[in-house]
């Protein structure tokens, strides 16, 4: 098999496994135990990886609080803030029509309960047009939630001139940074960013963790969707999973280690796999061109040869036909139909997500593969 959907989920890289392990059968003392030394190490060991996480990102250790996912973490911060200001003349919470579903779904909540949603469209690159953002927050606004990186077409938005018009107008900014963090360089201070969720499985870490960093000072003021222990300072109640936190903060400090050359190496590897496409599909068009994008990416429609067509003649390869959350329905996704693609275009996208263990030869491989299963489509007798 050849893994390329890097964006839906990562391998765990060895070395983070290895540090995990130990707390799942050695060190398996609860964190939140202060009575006794099995209790302070695994304590020690979860509050070691929380700095890990916060120096990733440029945070202070208190500021990251975690939860168990990307998903969690972004209902935790929506919700968090509309009920922290629910008596707040501010009213208005401002986002892009191609957010992730666990920004979009509670919104939608949010606005059933009376909040003035506002979904922004996007270019045809998937950007943000400031402009229009602007002009969105001439209301009085509580919130804008934008994400860093797109899940879909990898397009890398603005995001500190996104937060600067946010707080221009008084609003707080929270970030969808599940596909960034490891992508590109995050500065939660330099970039403006008040919430910001992330999770552990997109960059090599374990499934089933994830962090909220909700800023300190000047303070973000959040009321918990939970209630009962008091942990995450109160934020997010329930016993830590030590082992998927360790593991987490393993895969925060391999990520900030080693960033600047996986993009290098992931960027040519792209760059040859896009040339390889356009060798064998002349039409092909690469959704987010002209955009800043991060390096793994690359969603391409192949006009005439449906995607699932073409993955079904190429059974070896794991690729998505757009986004994870979305790849069970056969039309187009509200990302490719918020950058102007057509249902036809749309049923012919392919999403690659290269990754730390993609190789040269599994690009070349597969872009042959894909080549050989267009030729078996455009075998097939003519229907009458």
Known sequence: MIYLDNHATTRCDPRVLAAMLPFFSEEYGNPHSAEHAMGWAADEAVEAARGQVAAVIGAEPREIIFTSGATEANNLALYGVANMGRDNERRRIVTLAIEHPSVLEPLADLEDDGFDVVLLPVRSNGLADLATLREALAVPTLLVSVMAVNNEIGVIEDVAAIAAAAHEAGALFHCDAAQALGRITIDVAAMGIDLMSISAHKIYGPKGIGALFVRHRPRIRLRPLMAGGGQERGLRPGTIATPLVVGFGAACAIAGQEIIGE???????????????????????????????????????????????????????????????????????????????SEADAVCTLRLGLGRFTSQAECDTAVKALAHAAHEIEALPCPR
């Open 263 to 341: 993009q290098i190496r992931l960027a040519k590897l792209r760059d040859s796999m896009g040339a390889g496409l356009s060798a064998h599909f002349p039409r092909v068009i690469l959704n987010g061109d002209g955009a800043p994008r991060v390096a793994g990416n690359l969603n391409v429609t192949l006009p005439g040869f449906p995607a699932r067509e073409l993955l079904r003649r190429a059974p070896d390869l794991c690729i998505s036909t757009g986004s994870a959350c979305g790849s069970g329905e056969v039309r187009a996704s509200h990302v490719q139909r918020a950058i102007g693609l």
